[in-house]
């Protein structure tokens, strides 16, 4: 190859490493200038905040946040930036940032957290530190330049994805570092959105806190806890679909919905966290992503997720045990098959091994189950078999055996409510104590004396036996009525009792 078609071939190599190098020097400058100007909001206006006494100490620290690593981390950063910059065409930018983005994506998660507070106690203090601000230097509005200097540190992270982008753009393709500038841009892109998401919860929990729940009732919402979780979900009541945000704190989860302008929250229900089940719902074509909420005290709950990222992040924070004692036992997750799997895990159930192994009994298990087969299911011959079988005119019908068991359930509630625990007595021989389960939900308790616990329960079981002599008594009287209405019709009616034998067990069963 010719000289001239030689040094033709290289322009573009040429030139791709001189738009690098201006590229990564501007880089340089404006890390240097972001890097200063944090600098200069510390020395020059937080330092002497600190000094004047205007804000308390927690709210001087809720204030600046974590912003001194931040400075450290970015100081950092600069130096080893300006390291690489002299190595010219070698120069392994993406390198660099891939070995500091645990650093920095820990510091500014940190700060990310915690600067909804901050913009909470510069509005509240808003005309003491605009006054401060001015006298001290600071341009008008002086609560302006505050404000911009703590929003500085996620606003450079914002950056850092398409800088990085131009960066790559012009390194060559068989550059050794740029494999590592590729994977840097979308690590500090994830970064970023973390960090932003993350500032986005605190402030939506900060507005819940401060601005109020309409309809809200009883006890103040700090009492129950640290908002560990808030975002928006769909609920679906048949075919409608309801708009709602759950907000998840340790031990309840809050339901609430928003004001047709948007401007304020509204009180819908609570969840308490101890003994709710979470089930999965398989996505079919017909079905989104979603999960269900269930539980013996509460209707069955289907919640709407826009992602599966954010179905499953929901499902890990509620089936955690987020109680600090962890006395109460976490929810449990189960899945919800499809029609076209059901069969396949029932043929597999089948052959396993350990399918023979009966399951734990539960209070469920008295609920009255529906039939397994609907009546037009029925083959002939279990018709005809029905139709030979003679009526058992002791049998109940199912709303009886319904309400039977509802009074045994109510039984065993109220057993399992009263519990004894030893490790709750007091030594003292005067005062000795039984911990009494007094809530429904179970999530609160109470210190009483043993006879006056023994009394209670002594009650609850005399009108229990009350209730169940005053309920054997009317199933009994409408038992004899039945079978005088019976003889009755047999006797006035012809051919009446072939024809109720003959569609007995087909009703029963639909």
């Excluded at 047709?260 to 609570?270: N, P, T």
Aim: charge should be negative; charged fraction near 25%; hydrophobic fraction near 35%.
């Amino acid at each position: 190859m010719s000289s001239p078609e030689k040094s033709n071939a290289e322009l573009p190599v040429i030139h791709s490493r001189v738009n690098r190098e201006i590229v990564l020097q501007d880089f340089v400058d404006s890390e240097r200038a972001n890097v200063t100007e944090i600098q200069g909001i510390v020395n020059n206006f937080l330092q002497p905040l600190e000094k004047t006494h205007l804000l308390t100490k927690e709210e001087f620290k809720q204030l600046i946040g974590n912003i001194d690593d931040i400075v450290e981390v970015h100081e950092c950063l600069l130096l080893n930036l300006e390291a690489i910059a002299t190595q010219g065409p070698d120069a392994r930018v993406g390198n660099l940032f891939l070995t500091l983005a645990p650093r920095l994506q820990s510091v500014h998660l940190k700060y990310c957290s915690g600067h909804p507070q901050a913009v909470c106690i510069m509005d509240r203090y808003r005309d003491e530190l605009n006054d401060f601000m001015e006298q001290t230097g600071a341009v008008t509005p002086g609560i302006l330049v505050l404000t911009t200097g703590l929003s500085k540190p996620f606003r450079r992270l914002d950056k850092y994805g398409a800088i990085l982008q131009e960066l790559e753009r012009h390194t060559e393709n068989n550059h050794f570092d740029r494999g590592d500038t590729q994977r840097s841009i979308s690590v500090y892109r994830e970064i970023a959105e973390q960090c932003n998401y993350i500032r986005k919860q605190r402030e939506l929990a900060l507005q819940i806190f401060t601005s109020g729940i309409k309809g809200w009732e009883g006890e103040e919402l700090n009492a129950l806890g640290e908002i560990l979780h808030v975002g928006a979900v769909t609920i679906a009541v048949g075919t409608e679909r309801r708009d709602r945000y759950f907000v998840l704190f340790p031990m309840t989860l809050l339901v609430l919905s928003t004001s047709s302008r948007m401007s304020s929250f509204i009180y819908e229900g609570k969840l308490p966290l101890t003994g709710i089940d979470i089930t999965l719902i398989e996505e079919t074509e017909d079905s989104k992503i979603a999960f269900e909420i269930s539980g013996p005290f509460i209707e069955s709950i289907t919640v709407l997720c826009n992602n599966r990222e954010e179905r499953q992040q929901w499902v890990n924070l509620l089936s955690q045990d987020q109680s600090p004692s962890g006395f109460f036992h976490s929810p449990t997750i189960s899945h919800i098959n499809t029609p076209s799997n059901v069969k396949h895990q029932q043929n597999l159930q089948d052959h396993h091994p350990l399918a023979e192994i009966k399951c734990w009994w539960n209070l469920a298990s008295l609920r009255p189950a529906p039939p397994m087969y609907s009546t037009k299911n029925q083959n002939k011959s279990d018709i005809v078999n029905g139709c030979q079988s003679p009526r058992n005119t002791n049998e109940r019908t199912f709303e009886d055996d319904a309400i039977i068991l509802k009074v045994i359930e109510g039984y065993c509630m109220i057993v399992n409510r009263f519990t004894m625990h030893p490790d709750y007595f007091d030594e003292s021989p005067n005062k000795p104590t039984l911990s009494l389960m007094c809530s429904r939900h179970m999530d609160s308790f109470n210190e009483r004396t043993v006879p006056e616990a023994l009394e209670t329960l002594k009650s609850q079981m005399e009108n229990l036996r009350t209730q169940m002599i005053q309920l054997t008594k009317q199933l009994n009287e409408e038992k004899q009525l039945r079978l005088l209405l019976a003889e009755t019709i047999k006797q006035r009616v012809p051919g009446i009792e072939s024809l109720v034998s003959y569609t007995e067990r087909p009703l029963r069963e639909s």
